[in-house]
């Protein structure tokens, strides 16, 4: 991969700095003998030089390792919880890593010697289960935990971590020997910033840890203004390094998002690299001198960065690779250790349990042919998928609750994980997996025709400003026009909002312009109620009152009722976003 270098010149000198990264795994450790497999299979170019004393090997976590950590349901491990096993899948990708490196270096170098650290970042999703969790995972875990957007005048509780654990820290710096001249010493500073909207993605969760910026807003309403905090905050460890280190490197892991990554850089431009993670892209950019890295999701794709030291000290990228889990050779991935362990963990959960039917084609299932696809998409479009969970929700609370209920509404990002036939009980615990256990409540209440259409227009033209981001809320009887709304806003048409909202007749299951003066019962999620930084929340909100279930509780129910079949209907099929 060096061009143009004459290793045999003993004036040349280097150091070297190899970085494999993820980010966004939302506990989908299942995924994880893959990833390991084609770690192994490439580590001749993702840790070259490995047992060199002028190589520093880096494994990078970048937020959201752990989703719903509090979150049971196991059949094999009924006592664990989501934390519990992705804490122990972290330690073990961690180990496995480190081996992974250990054997490169004896393989190249014939050493035992080499330098390998992990480094680690929160994401929102790490604090689902709250503080508590997530500092302990810190504590105990065998990396460096950077929080360097944590504002420690505020976090009682990180405070008192930090002054047991010398593992959580504002920064780390790492030291890189020069391979040829003894006395020279390269240095690299790795930080971790979190996105500071703790407000938003987990209300009332967080005690004892607070971040500079902290609001209920996503991260696509912040801004340059709002941001000042973590900005100063990166800005006064990255000067200070740079103090004593004009050459130094500087590694920014952010779990922020792409675009609030270019605000930090464009603020603080001594950084190098920005191993990005938050808004699940894959993309490759550079801003100034800086290289953006995005890390994916689902472990779907790692990156590895490596990088050198050269002549003069000046920090320079060798190669970035992106390696596709899903499409890298996985010779022997059957019979590979953390598989096997993983397959006899979860015996009970990896057997079969759902069984699919398309009654609009009267087609049985037997070969895993059908399938309710999760993707990206359903945040903003139509789908299937949502149609069908939305319904079961419903029917559920209609069945055993309040036959009184019209309309279940669930938000797309609540969703993680499709069905297909044949799929385990892992892959149920998925499906609802996008908020933490104590904010997976439902709540009913009446609203008026006109607010139930304003907060659906509401929701809409949030969507339309970002539709990946802004996630779109799906009904169980309620048709929602996007593109009209959109023409509207857009000056296209002089139609009413409220005539892109239809609901169904009971009597006769067709979708009927909404009837603004009618009052409506809906049941929506708790962590919709709770926002206070859009218009109808808290308009709302003193009409409703908690339903003593979750959604995932409702739908799991629902599955157990229906013996585990899931019929793909003619509703299941419908239009309900147009």
Not at 457 to 480: A, F, G
Request: charged share 25%; proline share 3%.
């Amino acid at each position: 991969m060096l061009t143009g270098i004459n290793s045999t010149d003993v004036s040349f000198k280097a150091g070297y700095v190899n970085i494999l990264a993820i980010a966004d795994s939302h506990g989908k450790i299942m995924e994880l003998p893959k990833v390991i497999k084609s770690i192994e299979n490439n580590a001749g170019n993702i840790f070259p030089k490995a047992g060199e004393k002028s190589t520093l090997n880096l494994f990078s976590v970048v937020g959201d390792w752990f989703i719903n950590p509090s979150k049971k349901g196991f059949i094999t491990k009924p006592d664990l919880t989501n934390g519990d096993l992705q804490k122990w899948a972290l330690l073990k990708t961690i180990d496995n890593i480190k081996s992974i490196v250990q054997q490169q270096a004896q393989n190249v170098n014939n050493s035992m010697k080499f330098n390998f650290s992990t480094v680690y970042a929160m994401g929102n999703h790490c604090l689902d289960a709250g503080t508590d969790f997530v500092l302990n995972v810190m504590k105990t875990s065998p990396m460096k935990s950077l929080i360097t957007n944590v504002d420690m005048n505020k976090s009682d509780k990180v405070v008192e971590a930090s002054k047991t654990s010398q593992n959580i820290v504002k920064s780390v710096i790492y030291e890189v020997p020069d391979d040829k001249k003894a006395d020279l010493i390269h240095k690299v500073m790795v930080l971790g910033i979190t996105i500071p909207s703790m407000g938003y993605y987990n209300p009332g969760l967080c005690d004892g840890l607070e971040f500079y910026d902290d609001s209920d807003h996503k991260d696509t309403a912040l801004t340059e203004e709002k941001l000042q905090g973590t900005i100063n905050s990166v800005r006064e460890q990255v000067e200070n390094f740079k103090k004593e280190n004009p050459k130094g490197a500087v590694v920014l892991m952010s779990h922020m998002g792409e675009s609030l990554a270019e605000i930090i850089i464009k603020n603080v431009p001594e950084i190098d690299h920005v191993l990005n993670g938050h808004d699940h892209k894959t993309t490759q950019k550079t801003v100034g001198k800086t290289t953006i890295s995005s890390l994916g999701k689902d472990n779907e794709i790692i990156k590895t960065l490596n990088c050198k030291f050269d002549d003069e000290g000046n920090f320079l990228t060798t190669a970035i690779t992106q390696y596709d889990i899903n499409r890298t050779l996985l010779d022997g991935l059957e019979e590979h250790p953390l598989r096997i362990k993983m397959q006899e963990m979860f015996f009970k959960d990896t057997v079969p349990l759902i069984k699919m039917k398309d009654t609009t084609l009267n087609i049985q299932s037997k070969n895993n042919d059908l399938k309710l696809a999760y993707g990206d998409e359903i945040r903003y479009q139509n789908s299937y998928l949502m149609n069908f969970l939305t319904s079961a929700v419903k029917q559920e609370i209609v069945d055993n609750i309040d036959k009184d209920v019209d309309a279940v509404g669930l938000q797309s990002s609540i969703v993680r994980c499709g069905i297909e036939n044949g799929a385990d009980n892992l892959t149920v615990m998925k499906i609802f997996d996008g908020v933490s256990k104590e904010l997976m409540g439902l709540e009913s209440g009446y609203v008026k025709g006109e607010d139930l259409a304003g907060l659906i227009v509401e929701n809409v033209l949030d969507n339309l400003v970002n539709p990946s981001r802004n996630t779109i809320i799906h009904w169980s009887d309620i048709q929602v026009n996007r593109t009209l709304i959109k023409a509207i806003k857009n000056g296209n048409s002089n139609s009413s909002y409220n005539e892109a909202v239809c609901v169904r007749n009971p009597k006769t299951q067709e979708f009927e312009p909404i009837n603004l003066s009618k009052d409506y019962k809906i049941a929506i999620g708790s962590k919709y109620l709770l926002k206070n930084s859009i218009q109808y929340p808290p308009k709302i909100r003193g009409n409703f009152s908690k339903i003593d279930v979750t959604y995932d509780g409702m739908f799991r129910k629902y599955l157990e009722d229906n013996n585990y079949e899931v019929n793909i209907t003619q509703n299941t099929k419908e239009k309900r976003i147009l």
